[in-house]
């Protein structure tokens, strides 16, 4: 385990683990730290935690297993030349994410939040929050990024009546439009169109800093913004400005482009942003599920044996 891992969870992993298998975690983040733990291990399984190219060349490692999704994490070219499978249990988390997704829209949209703060801080602001407290049903949502994420907050939506675009290099088969009630629109329309705009996508080449000041500018100026994909998806100086300066409304944001957060970053202490600490994908109902998942696929490795297509990366 390369996320420092405490004993609590260890001991929830051993039950999983197949005979003669044992489990061990990182003292720390730390570089060094994290290559002195896969001396002597046949596989790695992180979180948030970068897999590197010193670390696989000073490893021998067989398999990386992303717990969760998103792999940008992982430096798959120097996998590939070290020979190391690598694998995601896609799809594992997506129903937890658009929760998360859906449950920061709604929060954002009553103001619960800021009714929550202000409470703690003595404030009855009930008049006050009134003039920015807003419904979703009827509304527009576009959503970033159509895997199964995406489309599961598109179901979702669905029970609100909200009309729902997408935006993703393949389009869904009508087929699949019809199943989630979403409509293809180009990044341009879905951000000038949408109430609510959310990032379901995966961090690479081509959506780094995808939202910038400029896509922002093309938003409405009381539409709210929700990601809970990856930070670097974001310029989250710029999303900081809009939110100063009136251009939104609102945002709801779990991930970061430095993880843990700074204390310098530029969207903490603003009064109409929600963070949370990237929680969108855990839920304690999915761990046995997950790890399961995850275990298979290392032990196909161990017995030479197919894993999980789907989760197959390298």
């Not at 409470?119 to 049903?137: H, P």
């Not at 599961?152 to 939506?157: C, F, N, Q, S």
């Not at 949370?276 to 761990?287: E, M």
């Amino acid at each position: 385990m390369l996320d420092p891992s405490s004993q609590d969870r260890l001991t929830r992993l051993q039950p999983f683990l197949p005979e003669g298998w044992e489990v061990s975690t990182t003292s720390s983040r730390d570089a060094a730290d994290q290559i002195a733990a896969l001396q002597g291990a046949d596989f790695a399984i992180t979180g948030d935690v970068p897999v590197t190219r010193a670390m696989l060349e000073a490893s021998n490692l067989k398999a990386v297993h992303k717990w969760g999704v998103g792999y940008d994490n992982i430096d798959l070219e120097a996998a590939k030349d070290q020979g190391v499978r690598v694998f995601r249990t896609t799809g594992s988390n997506a129903v937890a994410v658009a929760e998360t997704t859906l449950g920061l829209i709604l929060a954002l949209n009553r103001n619960l939040a800021r009714g929550h703060v202000g409470i703690l801080d003595g404030k009855w602001r009930k008049g006050e929050l009134a003039v920015t407290s807003m419904t979703l049903s009827g509304r527009t949502v576009g959503i970033i990024g159509m895997g199964y994420i995406g489309s599961a907050l598109a179901r979702l939506l669905r029970g609100f009546g909200c009309t729902v675009l997408y935006s993703k290099r393949t389009p869904l088969t009508p087929e699949q439009e019809a199943e989630t009630g979403a409509r293809f629109a180009e990044l341009d329309e879905l951000l000038q169109a949408s109430d609510v705009v959310t990032l379901n996508c995966e961090l690479n080449a081509s959506t780094k800093n995808l939202i910038d000041a400029a896509a922002i500018a093309k938003m409405k100026p009381d539409a709210l913004l929700v990601n809970a994909a990856r930070g670097g998806i974001l310029v989250e100086a710029d999303l900081a400005e809009a939110i100063k300066n009136g251009q939104l409304r609102g945002a709801g944001i779990d991930v970061f482009s430095i993880e843990p957060i700074t204390p310098d970053n530029p969207l903490i202490g603003l009064d109409r942003v929600i963070l949370t600490p990237h929680i969108g994908a855990i839920s304690a109902d999915s761990f046995a599920p997950t790890v399961t998942r995850m275990i298979a696929n290392l032990q196909a490795v161990q017995n030479g044996t197919a894993p999980k297509d789907i989760d197959i990366l390298v």
